[in-house]
Structures are given as C-alpha cells and as structure tokens.
C-alpha cells in the first residue's frame, strides 16, 4: 500500500449508490478499498456490477462490525434510511471516520426525524457531531467531521440553487416554490410498481405532494443559511429517465431585482466552487450536462414585471446528489484535492 493511502470500506455495495461510489474510489489515487458489504447480496464484486470485471478482485459480504472497523479508516454507508443508526455508534466508538448517504444524521432534531420517517431516533447523541456534507457552505466543518452527514439529492439541489439569495438577501424572500424532478434511480433499487419500466416509460408525474421526507432538509438549512425560518413549497415529479435532477424554483420578492444583479451576486457566491457552475445569462441547465459528472448547473432569470426570480438547478442524482459528493466530502475530510477521483 502507498504511504498515506486511506483504506475505505463501503456498506450497501449493491445499491445504485454504494457501487458508484466504489467505481469512484476505484479510480482515486489516494484510495484503497479495503472491505465491501451489503444486507441481502454476497460474492464477486464484479458479479454484482458486471462492468467492473477485471477491476477488482473484492468480494461482497454480509456486514460486519468488528471486519470494517480491523481494516478501514473511512467507512461510506450507503444503507437504507433508519438503518445507519444502529452502525454509527460502534464505528465512531472505534475512531473511525463515517460518511453517511442516508438521511439519518441530516436533520439535527429527532422530533422531526420521527414526523418524517416514521421513527425514533436511536442515536440522537451523535446528532450534534454530524457535519452536514454540503461543501459549498460547510467546508471548513468538513474538515474536521469525524461524522459525515451526505446530503440528500434533492436538497442539494434546492439548496445550491437558493443558497446566494437566501444567504445575502434574505429579507427579500416573499415565498419560495421548488418544482423538482427526478431520474427513477433517485428512488434506488426497490421492487415497486411505480418504478417499472413500462409504468415510468413515456410518463411523468407527481409523488409525494407536500409530503416528500426530503421538506425538512431543505428548511433546515435554508434557516441556518439566512438566521431566520424559512419555509419552502417543495412537490417532486417522477422523470422517466436513468438519472437526474431539474429543479425549477421560484422566489417571489419584496423588491424588484435585476438579471445583472441576481447573476452578480451568483457568481461571486461561487467564483471559487470547483463544482458549481453558474450558467450566462439566458442559458439553461440541461441533465445531459451533468449526468456522470459530480457539476451544479445554475441558471437564472428574472422577471422584473413580476417580482420573480427563478433559479433552474441540474445535477446528477448519483454524483453530486449522492456518490460523488460523498467522494468530495471524503476529500475534505482526509486532506486531499478536493477534485481528486471526481474530474
């Protein structure tokens, strides 16, 4: 092994999510894959992810604790929601580093936690060290995370759609609609009627209307980002596509805005971000520019008439809206490019 290569292990290697993150770190320099499990599928990596053949001698197996603590330093748990909190405590017990992809160190209060998931909290004393993963507003948090909240796909497209104008002009924000719309991988690898081919194939529609678990997300770190309670109508839509995410928001004002402002204040809010790219003015955000890769396409136009401004975010739901930020916050955490195993 190279000097200072960080052994990782991945739990959920079998979902959509857990593989492309293995893929990802098959690829980064800095990395060793060290240990891969799931809940219900053991053997040959390259059984389960046929195009991985000939890249990787690893096998999956059934999780154990004791296993990924001997030979890992960072540990990714692409795990279904309510699950990784019953893994969590052991592996920071032993000083491991964890990057969460489930929901279940998002949401800093577990009243909340249990309205939208549908239960109790089981380690609610690790809630304050989680490090909510959003690097754009939270790399210096990153850092030094032991406990790697990875943000879901749809927040991470809201909220770095928002985040400019929530952050310096806040006390113009009159409401705030987000129409999103995902790929059917968004929804993972479960069995359900919804989600067959013939019955996602040439359709499009609505889900969880006003009732999407990832409301809360959104609201919480909109607030935080503004110092006040921010709320947000959120309705998700159903894309009979692989992957990606549109956002379409709407931000009704109490003052009139311009383009030239509006896209001023975008541009300087992520002059320096390697990973978001705020579109000229009249452009817009299309999946096909940022399916496979870890970018945020922003787009932006104002109604001056109206008092709207609507921000149009894009990002793959696998990569920024899963792996590939999971991959950048590991970065972070562990002292490396930023952009390394991503570009």
């Known amino acids: 092994m190279k000097k200072n290569m960080v052994r990782v292990g991945i739990v959920g290697i079998s979902g959509y999510s857990g593989g492309l993150a293995f893929e990802l770190l098959l690829n980064h320099p800095q990395v060793r894959i060290t240990y891969a499990s799931a809940h219900n599928t053991t053997g040959e990596i390259a059984k389960i992810w046929p195009h991985l053949a000939k890249r990787t001698s690893l096998y999956c197996e059934k999780f154990q604790t004791q296993k990924a603590i001997e030979l890992c330093d960072v540990i990714f748990l692409a795990v279904p929601h309510t699950s990784a909190m019953e893994i969590v405590p052991k592996l920071l017990r032993a000083d491991k580093q964890v990057i969460d992809l489930s929901a279940d160190y998002r949401l800093s209060k577990p009243a909340v936690y249990k309205k939208w998931y549908k239960l109790a909290h089981k380690d609610s004393s690790n809630l304050s060290k989680a490090v909510y993963g959003l690097p754009e507003l939270y790399r210096a948090e990153i850092k030094k ?55 996602a194939n040439e359709n499009f529609k609505a889900y969880r209307v006003l009732k999407h678990q990832h409301t809360p997300e959104i609201e919480e770190y909109l607030s935080k980002l503004s110092g006040k309670n921010m ?108 952009t390394e195993g991503l570009l």
């Open 145 to 199: 995370a032991t406990l790697l909240a990875n943000p879901g796909c749809y927040p991470t497209s809201a909220i770095l759609g928002l985040a400019p104008i929530t952050a310096t002009l806040t006390d113009t924000i009159e409401s705030i609609t987000i129409d999103a719309k995902s790929g059917v991988s968004g929804a993972g690898k479960k069995m359900a009627e919804s989600l067959m081919y013939c019955e």
């Open 231 to 338: 709320k947000a109508t959120f309705v998700t839509h159903l894309l009979p596509v692989n992957r990606g995410i549109l956002s379409t928001i709407y931000v009704r004002t109490k003052e009139k805005l311009t383009t030239g402002k509006i896209t001023q204040i975008y541009g300087r809010f992520y002059k320096t971000e390697p990973f978001v790219r705020v579109l000229p003015a009249e452009t817009q955000p299309e999946l096909k520019n940022v399916v496979g890769t870890n970018f945020c396409d922003i787009g932006l136009a104002v109604s001056e008439e109206k008092d709207v401004l609507v921000i149009t975010s894009a990002i793959d739901n696998l990569m920024k809206g899963a792996a590939g930020q999971a991959v950048q916050n590991m970065n972070i955490m562990c002292g490396f490019k930023e």
